[in-house]
């Protein structure tokens, strides 16, 4: 019976970290992305920047990540003071058996 319970459980634990594995790089990038838009929104108006130029510099960002983004999925609003950056888009989790469709909106407010 404890046998049992041991390889009950390290299954469930490795089940859990193959799910950490798959699902954890979309959202830490997804934080890098949303740590970059805010850096720049931020120093847009300092840094002389277009919407166009911001729009590149994110759509590089998020290429570099990996992120499934689209350039057209960039939105880039300029104030007197700083920038609103939006992005949509939708990463796919795949666990093997199961795959979820996961939408991010990162945002350049805090």
């Known amino acids: 019976m404890f ?3 041991t390889i009950l459980a390290l299954l469930l634990l490795g089940v859990a970290g ?14 890098q992305l949303r740590d970059k838009m805010y850096e720049e929104a931020r120093f847009a ?4 920047r277009s919407a166009e130029q911001l729009r590149d510099i994110i759509h590089g ?6 992120i499934p983004l689209r350039r057209d999925d960039i939105h880039v609003e300029k104030h007197p003071n700083a920038a609103l950056i939006t992005a949509d ?3 796919t989790v795949d666990l093997y058996y199961y795959q979820v469709d996961w939408a991010f909106h990162p945002t350049s407010e805090r």
């Open 45 to 48: 108006e300092a840094n002389e």
């Open 3 to 5: 046998r049992l319970k």
């Open 61 to 66: 960002e998020a290429q570099r990540l990996d």
């Open 89 to 91: 888009y939708t990463v």
């Open 18 to 31: 193959y799910v950490c594995k798959r699902v954890f790089p979309p959202y830490f990038a997804n934080s």
